[in-house]
């Protein structure tokens, strides 16, 4: 009977746990896994040539534009990815930014390009900046937001373009 009252009071407990996790947000679903492998990230394209034909554009369409940094290594980078292509998010990716992904190789390549847009990428990747049409920096990541597929949903990916979108969009 002891057993049995401490079981009942156990798995009470663990229920009440797990609704006020719920409740406060952090049992939230991570990205969908990708379903398939793409070259997301081509070796040889030049990253600074990209950002220029993006910004302008960006301007022509009235558009901002994210720079997400990472590597076809990177599983989280692929995941993102794929939740830019799905059909909840594409329409709010497509109406409103231009992507252009750089590739950093292996934590050896557009290092510059991460510096100038102020990304720290020792905080993992993905790793993103959104910039004005002209070239300004509006936000650089800087506590590893995107790093995690599984600690990220398509809400805060929603939320995160919502919040950088352009004002007239």
Same mark, same amino acid.
């Given at each position: ?26 049992? &939230? ?7 398939? &492998? ?5 070796? %040889? !394209? ?15 369409? *009235?558009? #901002? ?6 590597? %076809?290594?990177?599983?989280?980078? *692929? ?14 990716? %497509? &109406? +409103?930014?231009?992507?252009? *992904?750089? +590739?950093?190789? /292996? ?11 102020? !990304? ?9 900046? !959104?910039?004005?049409? %002209? ?11 995107? /790093?995690?597929?599984? #600690?990220?949903? $398509? ?7 919502? &919040?950088? $979108?352009?004002?007239? *969009?």
């Amino acid at each position: 009977m002891r057993t049995a009252t401490s079981r009942a009071m156990i798995l009470g407990l663990a229920a009440v746990t797990s609704c006020a996790a719920i409740a406060r947000g952090q049992a &939230k679903q991570g990205l969908p896994a990708p379903t398939e &492998k793409r070259v997301i990230y081509p070796e %040889n !394209v030049d990253a600074k040539v990209e950002i220029t034909e993006a910004l302008a554009k960006a301007a022509q369409t *009235h558009r #901002r534009v994210i720079l997400v940094f990472g590597g %076809n290594w990177c599983y989280d980078c *692929h995941a993102l990815d794929a939740a830019f292509r799905s059909a909840e998010i594409a329409p709010i990716v %497509n &109406k +409103n930014f231009v992507v252009v *992904h750089v +590739n950093i190789g /292996e934590y050896d390549k557009n290092l510059d390009l991460a510096e100038k847009y102020d !990304v720290p990428l020792k905080r993992g990747v993905p790793a993103s900046a !959104v910039l004005e049409s %002209n070239g300004t920096l509006l936000y650089s990541q800087k506590q590893g937001e995107f /790093e995690s597929a599984k #600690r990220i949903s $398509k809400e805060d990916v929603v939320a995160f373009l919502e &919040k950088w $979108k352009p004002a007239s *969009h």
